[in-house]
């Protein structure tokens, strides 16, 4: 499966942000699908991921500032970020799997990153 992602930008804090992230070719594997963060100098962490039936997770650091979504018919993945904060600042990339974990698993397909910076 081939992801794009795109939506990220500046904004300040308190402010808001959807991310899109498009899927195509195969995407048998996309059972789960969600978005991993990282700061510089921080290891890659998991956001919030969503499966097929709609099932989703999120890090306890959103606090229910952040929605994940999915329209399956369009293979497109969303975030809503919401209430953001400056540590929230950090390159966000879409990713698919049959399972996403914290540790990313090396079958994970990654799309190439959007860049979300919030200012405070």
């Known amino acids: 499966v081939q992801l794009q992602a795109s939506g990220g930008g500046l904004v300040q804090a308190g402010g808001s942000l959807r991310l899109t992230c498009a899927a195509s070719g195969n995407t048998y594997s996309a059972v789960v699908m969600g978005w991993y963060r990282q700061a510089p100098g921080n290891q890659r962490e998991l956001v919030a991921s969503?499966?097929?039936?709609?099932?989703?997770h999120y890090a306890a650091f959103v606090n229910d500032r952040f929605t994940v979504s999915r329209d399956n018919a369009k293979n497109t993945l969303y975030l809503q970020l919401n209430s953001l904060k400056p540590e929230d600042t950090a390159v966000y990339y879409c990713a698919a799997d049959f399972q996403l974990t914290p540790v990313p698993r090396p079958s994970t397909s990654w799309g190439q990153g959007t860049l979300v910076t919030v200012s405070s």
């Open positions: 969503i499966t097929r039936n709609g099932y989703t």
